[in-house]
């Protein structure tokens, strides 16, 4: 199973660092999670196609997770694209509502053209993706529609967790527990605490707890330029380390 980091930055701009994003490929399936802004260029990059896509899941609903799914929709009603296979949109209980207002904005431009889209909600029953793995949601706390997602293939155990945004919560431990690779928020830098985020110290305790075997820290605001992440987060975790960068690619 492949995880590609799409974007590792925030809601704020950055020359080298897309919003959220992350791409899942694993059996001949591929999944989004999140499509911050930049998402979409990012997978030009790599040659993926909008066609490409089974299913996108969002953390929540804050624009820099969710600024791209419009774009997406429109996208894919070039003829060129060609796509006539399902694609499955996932969010929070409240997301049916969230593209609801999305058709009420933008009319026909975000509805589908030759293939089928299924909106869903996602709580506490696992969602067969296809190809054999399996995503489960875990409510974290950032906002009342915030989520962590865990996608798992059962026939071979392997499992990767991302956390969207979240503060320190039961359900990141959750969803990140045996993980052989969680993919954990880190916004800001020890001493400079923002509620509903982390630090790298309390991703790494998150990560010890929940006996993760790699931890990929990402979304990194401004804050974070010229400090030593992967030392403030080595303080509470003793597995491998990762720093998100754009186009970062790690197999489980």
Same mark, same amino acid.
């Given at each position: 199973?492949?995880?590609?980091?799409?974007?590792?930055?925030?809601?704020?701009?950055?020359?080298?660092?897309?919003?959220?994003?992350?791409?899942?490929?694993?059996?001949?399936?591929?999944?989004?999670?999140?499509?911050?802004?930049? #998402?979409?260029?990012?997978?030009?990059?790599?040659?993926?196609?909008?066609?490409?896509?089974?299913?996108?899941?969002? #953390?929540?609903?804050?624009?820099?997770?969710?600024? !791209?799914?419009?774009?997406?929709?429109?996208?894919?009603?070039?003829?060129?694209?060609? /796509? #006539?296979?399902?694609? =499955?949109?996932?969010g929070a209980p409240g997301f049916r509502d969230f593209y609801?207002?999305?058709?009420?904005?933008?009319?026909?431009?975000? %509805?589908?053209?030759?293939?089928?889209?299924?909106?869903?909600?996602?709580?506490? !029953?696992?969602?067969?993706?296809?190809?054999?793995?399996?995503?489960?949601?875990?409510?974290?706390?950032? #906002?009342?529609?915030?989520?962590?997602?865990?996608?798992?293939?059962?026939?071979?155990?392997?499992?990767?967790?991302?956390?969207?945004? =979240?503060?320190?919560?039961?359900?990141?431990?959750?969803?990140?527990? %045996?993980?052989?690779?969680?993919?954990?928020?880190?916004?800001?830098?020890e001493g400079r605490k923002v509620e509903g985020h982390l630090?790298?110290? %309390?991703?790494?305790?998150?990560?010890?707890?929940?006996?993760?075997?790699?931890?990929?820290?990402?979304?990194?605001?401004?804050?974070?330029?010229?400090?030593?992440?992967?030392?403030?987060? /080595?303080?509470?975790?003793?597995?491998?380390?990762?720093?998100?960068?754009?186009?970062l690619r790690v197999t489980v």
């Amino acid at each position: 199973m492949e995880t590609i980091v799409l974007g590792s930055g925030t809601s704020v701009p950055h020359p080298k660092r897309g919003s959220a994003g992350h791409l899942v490929r694993r059996g001949g399936v591929t999944l989004l999670v999140d499509a911050g802004l930049g #998402t979409l260029q990012k997978l030009a990059v790599l040659g993926i196609s909008l066609g490409d896509p089974d299913a996108v899941a969002f #953390t929540h609903l804050h624009l820099d997770h969710t600024a !791209e799914l419009a774009p997406l929709l429109f996208g894919l009603r070039n003829p060129g694209i060609g /796509r #006539t296979k399902k694609l =499955t949109l996932l969010g929070a209980p409240g997301f049916r509502d969230f593209y609801a207002r999305l058709r009420r904005m933008y009319g026909g431009w975000v %509805e589908p053209l030759g293939y089928p889209l299924e909106v869903e909600e996602v709580s506490g !029953e696992p969602v067969p993706l296809g190809g054999g793995l399996v995503l489960s949601a875990f409510p974290v706390a950032h #906002t009342p529609q915030s989520v962590a997602f865990r996608v798992e293939d059962p026939g071979s155990g392997k499992a990767v967790a991302f956390s969207g945004d =979240t503060d320190v919560c039961e359900g990141l431990v959750a969803a990140a527990r %045996e993980a052989d690779l969680a993919v954990f928020e880190c916004s800001f830098p020890e001493g400079r605490k923002v509620e509903g985020h982390l630090t790298p110290g %309390e991703a790494g305790r998150i990560a010890a707890q929940a006996g993760a075997k790699r931890l990929l820290l990402t979304h990194f605001y401004p804050e974070c330029e010229g400090e030593d992440i992967l030392g403030q987060c /080595r303080k509470a975790y003793s597995g491998e380390i990762l720093l998100a960068e754009d186009l970062l690619r790690v197999t489980v």
